[in-house]
């Protein structure tokens, strides 16, 4: 695929294989309430950041899913960077984690029913905990860990449609909860279904998130590692050099470039 800016539809860049909406957060927002209020089909939110556009070149069914979604934003400052220098107009970072306790706030206002899917039990539940004190009027719909195996997964998506939430929250990792929401999207019957990988932990406060300031400069990810340096050293040294490398690309043959 040659040339770093494809246009994947009306207004909708591709950078890295992947379609992107060039919208804010504010945009994102509007958008995902006006699907919950409205009650139609379910909708897809993929918040694309370095780590899944490297993993698409690799996984079928991950790329599936993220070309997939019906709004697909960057969440990475170094997605929105690298985009801007191959010719894509993304606006800004829109964060999962920011992404959800917004879409919690206007929840609460609009009386949307959540449910919450992933993390360990604990997880979960202090997370419930937190959002009912943090946002009165939340209707949390439903709640379940995320540790479940394949002969339970049909139950688990029968449950949460029963359950009549108009947003569903996973808390996963990549590129299951990906993949998940994508094969299951139409029997989960929630019409909005974002995931938030381990947006769980910070927001129930098990995990302390970056400062501001690492965020705005596009280091998040620093601040991960050096909480698990063990656990992310060799993924985030792999994952890096490769989207710089691949960004590169794009950017050096972007149109109109010699």
């Not at 040659?2 to 994102?28: K, N, W």
């Not at 381990?198 to 098990?206: E, I, N």
Request: net charge positive.
């Amino acid at each position: 695929m040659s040339g770093a800016l494809l246009v994947a539809g009306a207004g909708r860049p591709e950078f890295m294989r992947c379609p992107f909406d060039p919208l804010t957060m504010d945009d994102a927002v509007a958008r995902a309430v006006s699907w919950g209020r409205a009650g139609g089909p379910p909708r897809t939110i993929v918040t694309m950041n370095a780590a899944l556009l490297v993993a698409m070149h690799k996984d079928a069914a991950l790329a599936h899913a993220c070309r997939s979604g019906d709004l697909v934003v960057a969440d990475g400052v170094p997605v929105v960077w690298a985009s801007r220098l191959a010719g894509a107009g993304l606006p800004e970072r829109v964060c999962g984690c920011d992404l959800m306790e917004r879409l919690l706030a206007e929840a609460a206002v609009h009386r949307l029913p959540v449910y919450f899917l992933g993390a360990r039990r604990e997880v979960v539940r202090a997370l419930v905990r937190a959002c009912e004190r943090r946002h009165p009027g939340l209707v949390v719909a439903g709640f379940r860990d995320g540790y479940f195996g394949p002969d339970a997964e049909p139950e688990v998506v029968a449950r949460i449609r029963e359950s009549g939430a108009a947003m569903l929250f996973v808390g996963m990792p990549s590129p299951f909860k990906e993949v998940f929401l994508e094969r299951n999207r139409a029997g989960l019957g929630v019409p909005v279904l974002l995931g938030v990988g381990g947006s769980f932990d910070v927001l129930a406060g098990f995990v302390r998130r970056a400062p501001r300031l690492l965020q705005a400069a596009g280091l998040e990810w620093l601040w991960r590692l050096a909480m698990e340096p063990r656990r992310l050293w060799r993924r985030y040294l792999v994952t890096n050099v490769l989207f710089l490398a691949r960004a590169a690309v794009e950017i050096a043959t972007r149109p109109g470039r010699a």
